[in-house]
């Protein structure tokens, strides 16, 4: 949709370029500059994409400090603590969600992050770390409630992180 936008932009400013439903464009001046338009909407798209993708944790906390952050603020939000396999999948979800934004749209997670998770959790394999993430990310997608509650502990918790 972006590159019918920028197309958009070019027809309506140069009427030499001819793009109509993607027909073929005729080789002119026009096509070059939409070329370059293009090319420099892609560049600028990568880098906003690198920006928005980027760990939000700071360098300064650990995962430990980190999911003592969490269970801080998940028991003042008035989460039953009793209900570790919730807990567990919920910090699973938002660390992954803090350090790498992109696992939600279909990223691999990065090298370590399971290895990590597993030693913080007690879990003695990676793919339980991926089955309570898949199933944590299907919950905040499809309960409003839920990604409510996620949402508010995975903000207070990195407010928290980064005052420290």
């Not at 920006?51 to 603020?73: F, N, W």
């Not at 028991?75 to 807990?87: A, F, H, I, P, W």
Request: some cysteine; hydrophobic content about 40%; overall charge positive.
């Amino acid at each position: 949709t972006w590159l019918l936008g920028a197309v958009n932009k070019l027809t309506k400013n140069n009427r030499s370029i001819v793009l109509k439903d993607f027909e073929i464009m005729q080789l002119s001046i026009g096509s070059i500059k939409a070329l370059k338009l293009v090319r420099k909407e892609i560049a600028e798209l990568r880098d906003y994409e690198k920006t928005i993708s980027a760990t939000q944790i700071p360098d300064t906390v650990g995962i430990r400090e980190l999911y003592g952050i969490y269970l801080e603020v998940a028991s003042e939000k008035g989460v039953d603590m009793r209900q570790t396999m919730t807990l567990r999948k919920n910090f699973i979800f938002i660390y992954v969600w803090l350090y790498s934004p992109g696992v939600l749209l279909g990223d691999r997670m990065p090298r370590g992050l399971r290895g990590n998770l597993m030693k913080l959790l007690g879990i003695s394999a990676p793919s339980a770390i991926s089955n309570n993430f898949s199933e944590a990310l299907s919950y905040f997608r499809n309960h409003r409630r839920v990604r409510q509650e996620l949402t508010e502990i995975a903000n207070e918790t990195l407010r928290r992180a980064c005052s420290r």
